[in-house]
């Protein structure tokens, strides 16, 4: 029974070390396919004031180098709104 348990250990040691060495390889075909290929940056963060303000959205992604000309600088200010009368 003894040489039965540490055959059957030897065994599930030699699977575990050859799905390991399964996983690493797969690991090494993944960074080298990342390197092939090119991942773009995320676009950065903009606001409507301060450094990343309109005036500033084009230096941010030249995507942007329209952005904040044509624009409309409509400000709602919620606090000064006055609801509607409800037509119960």
């Known amino acids: 029974?003894?040489?039965e348990v540490k055959k059957?250990?030897?065994?599930?040691?030699?699977?575990?070390?050859?799905?390991?060495?399964?996983?690493q390889r797969v690991k090494d075909l993944l960074v080298e396919l990342k390197?092939?290929?090119?991942?773009?940056?995320?676009?950065?963060h903009w606001s409507y004031s301060g450094e990343t303000g309109p005036e500033h959205w084009a230096e941010l992604d030249s995507k942007y180098e329209?952005?904040?000309k044509l624009s409309?600088?409509?400000?709602?200010?919620?606090?000064?709104h006055t609801p509607a009368k409800s037509c119960s």
């Open 66 to 68: 329209t952005c904040g």
């Open 35 to 44: 390197k092939q290929v090119p991942m773009e940056e995320a676009p950065k």
């Open 8 to 23: 059957f250990q030897s065994e599930a040691n030699d699977k575990a070390v050859d799905e390991l060495v399964h996983l």
């Open 1 to 3: 029974m003894q040489t």
């Open 72 to 80: 409309s600088r409509l400000q709602i200010h919620p606090s000064s």
